[in-house]
């Protein structure tokens, strides 16, 4: 009993990866616009429109930034500020998890983005 229970143990602490598990390999965005229906474009792809939370793939690989559009104003470019995962420091309690997080890019974060003004085109 007491080595099955050693045995669960082992496995648990072997398959934690801290930032991976706990975060995933997407990250949640809140983005909002004081111009509610602005559209969320993201590799060129439309994500949503605003006010909306969206899902961005963590890469450490130079992103292309969230584009706002709304018919009447000027688009937007919000650059990705990539920061570190905190989560990711509880693999002090297994090293090797520092492996898994840094190849699913769980290691990084992305900051958050701040209410956005969109700015009106003028006539």
């Excluded at 900051?111 to 956005?116: K, R």
Aim: glycine share 4%; net charge positive.
């Amino acid at each position: 009993m007491r080595t099955q229970r050693i045995f669960i143990i082992l496995i648990a602490l072997l398959t934690s990866h801290c930032a991976y598990v706990l975060t995933g390999t997407k990250q949640r965005m809140r983005i909002v616009t004081r111009e509610p229906g602005a559209e969320v474009w993201h590799n060129n792809q439309l994500l949503d429109t605003t006010p909306c939370i969206v899902r961005i793939q963590r890469s450490y690989e130079d992103q292309q930034p969230i584009m706002l559009k709304k018919p009447g104003y000027e688009t937007q470019s919000i650059p990705l500020k990539r920061k570190f995962n905190e989560l990711a420091a509880l693999n002090f309690i297994l090293p090797v998890n520092w492996f898994v997080d840094g190849i699913t890019s769980s290691i990084i974060r992305y900051g958050a983005i701040d209410t956005v003004a969109m700015k009106r085109i003028s006539e």
